[in-house]
């Protein structure tokens, strides 16, 4: 295992990087010091003057806006995958389980078949992915005891709907709309807007986020135990359960409004933490959301620049990035356990 | 003093009622022990003077005070139950397993301290797991995680331990070691312990006193040295059961049908 305060140092160091190398990258490829220069607000020579003006607007108008959307979403996704593990105490649990992202995509792909704008889509995602939340939490809070296996149940349950729905949709979508249509499901940043940049509602929500997972980072640490062990150690179970469902589905909520249903980055993110770091939440949490943001802004990355000028939906490389990365993981912390 | 004290309680799951009327107090420095066949609701009675659970009817005090006015957190500095079977999940480290014990001693946002792991450290000491701290969780052997939750337990520092088998996993040796260290703790530092057993003749070497749960709700409280006979073990266990006398304590054992 690697100390705590010197991995994440090593990742915020890894996001700086992965935020240098999206701005430069591109079908125009900027040196590294026009880049810094418009970033730190340097102005340029004059002989360069119209040159400088170019990549100001390349990197103003359309990288930076996509890089920090980018950032954001898997941040986002990150921290709201922890927290899904801990509530349903499942490794193997992502921001999707619930169905958060089901019921986003269906409210999307009806507002894309209707022909709305970008700005429309992602409003009706957030309508999309509140309703199931709803849904999801009446269904499985009902008469009778609480359980993670009957809110899993439940969540797995209406995902599989939802999905039913969105196949229902698809078949009977005309032919324009539909390649829209698969790149949301898959995941895809390529609408992002320059307007995004001065919206602070995305940062705020990720802060936000990071600060109430971290006030119950401790509270965190002793229900990855069980829910009676977590008891016995004096925590109440009913509300931060609630606090962890409503926190966690908000923040898949976001993300999914943002960036589409990407797959995989709340997935291994946090387990790949768990196994590298500690199973430290207070750590943790940070942690996923540097990587979690380093990892979705490489995948973009590489999905606008690996066979341009055509570009790829994000979720297709972070899925080609995360099924090896987890795999490998996986069997690495196997083959530890058989020879200690 | 009085640290665990019940007035009239009953106890039931589903149809199966485990105690009615049960009024007990646990002083400071005695070691009960709690003994029944499978399915008697040892478990449940013992999860609910842990709170877990509500009683059908009756009060449960902890140190004078009733249970159900307590907060968790409250509860959780006075009280701590090790459980039958660990839950765990997740990768951990023994040392983090065993210093989340200290979370109901601190406040939301506090970090432990340097006191905290020590405490830890010395709990892993005392029940020879030093050399365990830095593995994962997942690669101790059932006795040695059973020992890891009893440490934990320790650090957690209660005035009440409810213990649910403490001795199941164990080797012989172990068996001794731990009994004789929770009678130890008990004494010196005026706890009270609540354990549920299968072993008899652990019991008769460890406990002041016993409650006895012979099913639908019959129950019987008092002295060890009162209690343990052949009439009501067999009654106990509804199976013949025979005394051997030897020169400390008297040996129980199955006899043939």
Redesign the interface.
């Known amino acids: 295992m690697l100390k705590p305060l010197t991995t994440l140092t090593l990742l915020l160091l890894l996001s700086i990087a992965c935020f240098i190398l999206a701005l430069s990258v591109g079908s125009v490829s900027l040196p590294l010091s026009d880049v810094l220069h418009s970033l730190l607000g340097i102005s340029s020579p004059p002989a360069t003057q119209a040159d400088a003006q170019l990549s100001q607007h390349i990197i103003y108008e359309l990288r930076l806006p996509r890089a920090y959307i980018a950032f954001i979403s898997g941040g986002l996704l990150a921290l709201a995958g922890m927290l899904m ?1 801990v509530l349903l ?3 193997l649990a992502d921001p999707y389980i619930l169905g958060v992202s089901g019921g986003a995509s269906v409210a999307a792909m009806l507002a894309i078949s209707a022909g709305f704008g970008s700005t429309l889509i992602s409003g009706s995602a957030f309508i999309g992915a509140l309703i199931s939340i709803v849904l999801v939490f009446g269904l499985s809070h009902g008469r009778g005891s609480w359980t993670p296996s009957r809110l899993l149940l439940t969540g797995v349950v209406i995902a599989a709907g939802w999905g039913a729905v969105i196949n229902f949709i698809l078949s009977l979508s005309p032919e324009r709309p539909l390649k829209g249509m698969l790149f949301w499901l898959m995941g895809d940043l390529s609408h992002t807007q320059s307007e995004q940049l001065s919206n602070p509602l995305l940062p705020m929500v990720l802060l936000l986020g990071l600060l109430l997972s971290w ?1 119950m980072a ?2 965190l ?2 229900l ?3 829910e ?2 977590a ?6 179970l009913k509300p931060l359960r609630l606090g962890l469902f409503l926190l966690a589905s908000a923040l898949t909520a976001v993300a999914v409004t943002q960036a589409g249903s990407i797959g995989f980055v709340g997935l291994i993110v946090p387990h790949m933490l ?2 590298l770091i ?3 939440h ?1 750590w943790l949490a940070p942690a996923s959301v540097l990587c979690g943001g380093s990892l979705l802004l490489i995948s973009d990355t590489l999905a606008r620049t690996l066979i341009a000028p055509q570009q790829l939906p994000v979720g297709v490389i972070t899925a080609f990035i995360g099924v090896p990365v987890f795999l490998y993981l996986l069997n690495r ?1 196997y083959r ?2 058989v020879t ?1 | 003093m009085s640290l665990l004290r019940t007035e009239n309680l009953r106890v039931q799951i589903g149809n199966t009622r485990v105690c009615e009327n049960l009024s007990i107090e646990l002083k400071a420095g005695e070691v009960w022990g709690m003994l029944g066949r499978n399915g008697m609701g040892k478990t449940t009675l013992l999860h609910t003077l842990a709170g877990l659970r509500e009683p059908q009817q009756g009060e449960i005090f902890i140190l004078q005070r009733r249970l159900h006015s307590l907060r968790r957190k409250q509860l959780a500095q006075q009280l701590g139950l090790l459980l039958q079977q660990q839950e765990d999940s997740f990768p951990s480290r023994v040392i983090d397993t065993v210093i989340s014990g200290r979370h109901p001693h601190l406040s939301q946002w506090q970090w432990e301290s340097a006191e905290d792991w020590q405490i830890a450290q010395q709990a892993l000491q005392q029940l020879q797991l030093n050399h365990l701290a830095q593995r994962p969780i997942n690669q101790l052997s059932g006795g040695e995680r059973q020992r890891v939750a009893m440490a934990t337990l320790i650090t957690q520092d209660p005035a009440i331990m409810l213990l649910d088998e403490p001795s199941s996993h164990l080797d012989l040796k172990h068996q001794i070691q731990l009994l004789d260290f929770i009678r130890k703790q008990t004494v010196s530092q005026h706890k009270t312990t609540l354990m549920t057993l299968h072993d008899v003749n652990l019991s008769a070497r460890y406990c002041d006193k016993l409650i006895l749960l012979l099913g639908d709700a019959h129950i019987m409280v008092g002295d060890t040295r009162e209690l343990l006979n052949e009439d009501n073990l067999q009654c106990l266990y509804d199976y013949p059961i025979k005394k051997i006398d030897t020169e400390g304590f008297p040996l129980f054992v199955a006899d043939s049908l």
């Open positions: 593990q105490r499942n490794p006030l401790r509270s640490n002793i990855s135990r069980g009676l062990q008891s016995v150690l004096g925590i109440s768990r196994l500690s199973a430290d207070r912390s530890q356990q200690p």
